[in-house]
């Protein structure tokens, strides 16, 4: 079955405590990106990645550290979290960055810092 | 500055009543292409229509259907005769090109609630 895989879930954790989250697609896709969902502000880009060994900065990038040493693989990375990054993230993958091209999504990770 | 607007936060309805979601998006690209996306309380996000901004030819799949009005700048949802299932935040989204890419640019979303 095709699929974005995020894990985990829900995440609970506390200040500075580095974590992240994973993501994985299995659809051979070449775009993979994270998303940030905040209430009443929709979802908003942190990073994407156009293809393996290529990342770059999204809309809201601070805090925030990805990779793509694999094509299937595109982990999000918190340093040291803060209270601000508590979320809802999305992890989304598409065939290639082309403007017409439909957004597979995970099922979400719901991230809280305490 | 919001590049796409879905004004109505929330929207309730009764069951089997018709529905619509407002959608007024901003660019100033000739070549763009419009999303919606539903978001069910279970949290995932579900695709459900693509139009490019050359067709502006209304769709219906069943009971929704989508009103795409370039001269206004909007892309209305509507769904008819809706049902409990529908209930969950949709999502209308923008795609347009940034730099040497593209962005895909997201509403606040709408949450509708259709009660029994």
């Known amino acids: 079955e095709a699929q974005v895989t995020q894990n985990p879930r829900y995440l609970i954790t506390v200040t500075g405590k580095k974590l992240t989250v994973t993501c994985s697609q299995n659809m051979n896709h070449e775009y993979m990106s994270w998303y940030r969902q905040d209430p009443g502000l929709g979802l908003r880009q942190i990073y994407y990645?156009?293809?393996?060994?290529?990342?770059d900065k999204g809309d809201v990038p601070e805090g925030y550290k990805v990779s793509r040493k694999e094509k299937r693989n595109f982990p999000l990375i918190l340093e040291s979290p803060s209270p601000n990054q508590t979320s809802l993230y999305f992890c989304?993958?598409?065939?290639?960055?082309?403007?017409?091209?439909?957004?597979?999504f995970g099922q979400g990770t719901r991230l809280t810092v305490v | 500055a919001q590049k796409v607007t879905q004004a109505q936060t929330e929207i309730s309805v009764v069951e089997k009543e018709d529905v619509t979601l407002d959608c007024v998006y901003e660019?100033?690209?000739?070549?763009?292409?419009l999303f919606w996306y539903k978001q069910p309380p279970s949290g995932e996000l579900v695709f459900l229509i693509r139009r490019n901004s050359f067709d502006e030819q209304n769709e219906i799949s069943g009971r929704y259907s989508w009103n795409f009005q370039k001269s206004t700048s909007s892309f209305n949802f509507t769904i008819t005769a809706s049902q409990v299932v529908d209930s969950a935040v949709y999502f209308c989204?923008?795609?347009?090109?940034?730099?040497?890419?593209?962005?895909?640019?997201w509403g606040a979303g709408t949450k509708l609630i259709i009660k029994p």
């Open positions: 990645s156009m293809n393996v060994e290529v990342t």
């Open positions: 989304a993958s598409s065939l290639q960055a082309k403007m017409n091209t439909e957004a597979f």
């Open positions: 660019t100033r690209d000739t070549t763009y292409y």
């Open positions: 989204a923008l795609s347009e090109r940034w730099d040497s890419n593209y962005q895909l640019i």
